[in-house]
């Protein structure tokens, strides 16, 4: 059964600085998706970003980019020049490309300070 | 183009009642997924639907169930409601049956608090 970690409850940032957001997964699938969604404390969920299990480049949208590192089952978040209106609640997800099913980690609070 | 709709917004029930939740997908998609989202539990995934068939299930018991009709949109219905089913609940749609390259769209929810 596939799993996905995200191992920081909660992250503080300084604005303007750059942070990273961990995200880990078990899986046996060849090909799958993994996937970054942004919650503002409204409950929306907001797309930022996705990999495919077959990109060889590090998926990037704006100021936020995915560091895919295959091997170790890491797909980590990283977003630059961090604004105020950044602090929210952010689910890394994997979808299996053999079920179809997306699942998502526990998630992450971010914090941006001014 | 609208995005996904849920509906009602805001529900109270009382434990013992039945609740039914509903999703309206972006025009077009085929795929709708529920998850249950609750501050010690995270969001869990319940079930998604394609082309009215459900083809995933997550582990909830059978109290849970839903279905989708031949417009894609989609209904969850929870029976014999518990304190612990208080949740926000979300539906996701997407263009296919969630292949692993295609974003799913979220709407804003349905936050259901059973008393």
């Known amino acids: 059964a596939q799993k996905i970690t995200q191992t920081q409850p909660g992250m503080f940032v300084q604005e303007k600085e750059a942070v990273t957001l961990d995200c880990t997964y078990d899986?046996?699938?060849?090909?799958?998706?993994l996937f970054w969604y942004k919650q503002p404390s409204s409950g929306e969920m907001i797309f930022l970003i996705y990999?495919?299990?077959?990109?060889?480049q590090n998926a990037t949208e704006g100021r936020y980019s995915l560091n895919f590192q295959k091997a170790r089952k890491s797909a980590n978040l990283v977003i630059s020049a961090s604004q105020l209106g950044d602090s929210a609640m952010y689910f890394c997800g994997f979808c299996s490309g053999n079920t179809g099913k997306l699942i998502f980690g526990q998630g992450t609070t971010l914090q941006v300070k001014p | 183009k609208a995005g996904v709709t849920q509906t009602p917004r805001y529900l109270i029930k009382t434990r013992g009642q039945q609740v039914t939740l509903s999703c309206s997908p972006i025009?077009?998609?085929?795929?709708v997924s529920w998850y249950q989202q609750t501050p010690g539990q995270g969001l869990q995934f319940l079930f998604e639907?394609?082309?009215?068939?459900?083809?995933n299930k997550g582990n909830f018991p059978g109290r849970f169930s839903g279905r989708q009709f031949s417009n894609s949109r989609s209904e969850m219905n929870v029976s014999t409601l518990e304190l612990g089913d208080s949740a926000l609940y979300l539906c996701?749609?997407?263009?296919?049956?969630?292949?692993?390259?295609?974003?799913?769209?979220f709407g804003q929810g349905t936050r259901l608090t059973v008393v």
């Open positions: 639907y394609f082309s009215e068939t459900q083809r």
């Open positions: 996701a749609s997407s263009r296919q049956a969630q292949p692993a390259n295609t974003e799913a769209f």
């Open positions: 990999q495919g299990s077959y990109d060889e």
């Open positions: 025009s077009g998609h085929r795929s």
């Open positions: 899986t046996s699938d060849q090909s799958y998706g």
